[in-house]
């Protein structure tokens, strides 16, 4: 089966001449207007430690991809951070952001003629956003999350993540610490690139889409900074490739039973509400209906293991160490 099905309605034709044009004149070769072209959509941009590094990753996607002798053709899309707008009016944009996302990742895709999307998000609504894009496409399609990030510690070595930074203004009000200290902590709160470090919604949202089984391996709890992230990026062209010689779609994998693996992850791991209602979108965009009966459903029967923040102590850079999210999934198989 030929896996450039979509992109040859623009590169084969006499017709598209005006098409081929253009892509002549983005480098492609004589050779590569036979190849199946890959969209590659990161949702980049410069303002928040979830997404800054993304298009680093993007580029390394791309190299996977042409390794696998496939066309990678990178865009972008839009973010809002739910960190920085939080507590202003700016988080009225925050939730339409993940529509946005699935609109014009949906567009470029449709329009562009890709015959496959690797998508890279970074943030909240970031994740859902790419998911539905892909359920709506129906093309092959795989998720690769920019990454958690790692741990900040304050002068005294203590632990710190973004809520630390949320939490000193009220821990200074009540004078539980200085304006010193605060200070610190705001400023090591974030060391590096990376989505918020304990079980908030990027890192549910993650954990829940890689139990879904619409990303690689490991890709919920690889702290973006680590070298694994890298080769996770280039190792997704293979994995593309694999999906478009097999003709498996986003609508085969993202069935009943891989939403009900994607709550369960999430009640073991102690994750975000919001992820009711992002999954429930996910689904419909698939034609499942899931409601919140079905978290219920799955919460009466599924313990909650994870010590990690906010509600504990570690973060998931500690996940990633004890052997991932796949770890995680195999003890609850042995358990039962």
Request: one cysteine or more; hydrophobic letters at 40%; glycine letters at 8%.
């Amino acid at each position: 089966m030929a896996i450039n099905k979509f992109s040859s309605k623009i590169t084969q034709p006499k017709s598209q001449g005006a098409s081929q044009a253009m892509l002549y004149g983005t480098g492609l070769t004589e050779e590569d207007m036979d190849k199946a072209q890959v969209g590659i959509a990161s949702v980049w941009y410069d303002g928040n430690t979830c997404n800054m590094h993304l298009m680093d990753l993007a580029t390394k996607v791309r190299e996977g991809v042409r390794a696998a002798d496939m066309i990678g053709m990178r865009f972008n899309t839009i973010g809002v951070s739910d960190g920085i707008s939080m507590g202003t009016s700016g988080m009225s944009y925050s939730l339409q952001s993940r529509d946005i996302i699935a609109d014009s990742v949906e567009t470029i895709m449709e329009a562009q003629w890709y015959d496959a999307n690797i998508s890279l998000p970074g943030c909240d609504k970031n994740m859902p956003g790419c998911i539905i894009a892909m359920a709506r496409l129906n093309r092959p399609a795989l998720m690769i999350y920019g990454g958690t990030i790692k741990p900040g510690y304050d002068k005294e070595d203590n632990t710190l993540d973004i809520v630390s930074a949320f939490q000193s203004y009220g821990q200074c009000l009540s004078e539980v610490i200085d304006e010193a200290e605060r200070s610190d902590i705001i400023r090591h709160a974030c060391p590096g690139a990376g989505a918020c470090g304990g079980m908030y919604t990027a890192n549910t949202m993650a954990s829940a889409i890689e139990a879904l089984g619409m990303s690689l391996p490991y890709s919920s709890s690889i702290p973006a900074e680590e070298a694994g992230k890298m080769e996770e990026c280039f190792k997704a062209g293979a994995a593309i490739r694999n999906l478009l010689e097999q003709d498996i779609k986003p609508r085969d994998i993202m069935t009943r039973a891989a939403f009900e693996n994607a709550m369960v992850i999430i009640m073991v791991l102690g994750g975000s509400t919001n992820a009711v209602l992002h999954l429930i979108a996910m689904a419909r965009a698939v034609d499942i209906n899931l409601t919140i009966d079905d978290f219920q459903k799955v919460s009466d029967k599924t313990p909650f293991l994870a010590d990690l923040k906010p509600s504990g102590q570690y973060v998931m850079e500690d996940v990633h160490n004890i052997g991932g999210t796949p770890a995680v999934m195999k003890y609850m198989l042995e358990q039962g």
